[in-house]
């Protein structure tokens, strides 16, 4: 079956500094690949979606590329700010091409952004 | 905040109990999922529902049974309640088509405890 892991050490990064965040996959390669941001209590918020096909996403400070060959996406946040820290998920699926239709997630990473 | 809300906020229930957990999708979405949490973990795939129907379920027993209605709104059900069940439960809305993905709104969660 489909695992996703995350580091699960929390990343200590000094504000203003890029944070790096790593999704590893096994198994098939997703058609979608989905990063969230989880603060706690909270019920998760999307931050941004790639496909298979992209190479990488941008939008704003944020960053995501997607590597089928290594099973990989990276997830990048420039110029960190405190605000930035929560804990940050990343989601797979294949599309609605199955008929049994999942999305797997990651145990998520717990980011601290030090000011 | 997302459109999406869920009723109760937290639940406590006896084991062997069933309960009902319900949510209401943002406007304009036909697709409801379910999910899963344990602290400290990521959200586990329950199912999904496009249009009514049953789209896709994870790894999850029978007693854990769904519905979705011609408004969208949707109910989780859980039978015959186990210790093991305790966890948040996290419904997401999306706009979904068949073979695509779609970032999902989540609700702020339903806590449930069985003791």
């Known amino acids: 079956s489909q695992k996703i892991e995350q580091n699960s050490e929390a990343l200590n990064i000094q504000e203003g500094k890029t944070a790096t965040l790593t999704c590893n996959y096994t198994n098939y390669s997703p058609a979608y690949l989905q990063w969230y941001r989880q603060d706690p209590g909270r019920g998760p918020v999307f931050l941004l979606l790639?496909?298979?096909n992209e190479k990488e996403k941008r939008k704003e400070r944020l960053k995501v590329t997607f590597d089928t060959t290594l099973k990989q996406s990276l997830f990048h946040i420039t110029a960190s700010q405190p605000a930035d820290s929560a804990t940050y998920l990343c989601?797979?699926?294949?599309?609605?091409?199955?008929?049994?239709?999942?999305?797997?997630w990651g145990a998520g990473t717990k980011l601290i952004i030090k000011p | 905040e997302t459109g999406v809300t869920q009723s109760p906020t937290h639940l406590i229930k006896t084991r062997g109990q069933q309960v009902t957990l319900r949510c209401s999708s943002q406007s304009g979405h036909n697709t409801v999922s379910w999910y899963q949490q344990a602290l400290g973990q990521g959200p586990q795939f329950i199912f999904q529902?496009?249009?009514?129907?049953?789209?896709g379920r994870g790894n999850f027993p029978p007693r854990f049974s769904g519905l979705q209605f011609p408004n969208y709104s949707s109910e989780l059900n859980v039978n015959a309640l186990e210790l093991d069940d305790s966890a948040l439960y996290l419904c997401?809305?999306?706009?979904?088509?068949?073979?695509?993905?779609?970032?999902?709104?989540f609700g702020p969660g339903t806590r449930l405890t069985v003791t």
């Open positions: 989601a797979l699926d294949r599309g609605h091409m199955d008929s049994n239709y999942q999305l797997i």
């Open positions: 997401a809305s999306s706009l979904g088509t068949s073979g695509s993905s779609y970032e999902q709104y």
């Open positions: 790639i496909r298979e």
């Open positions: 529902y496009y249009r009514e129907e049953e789209n």
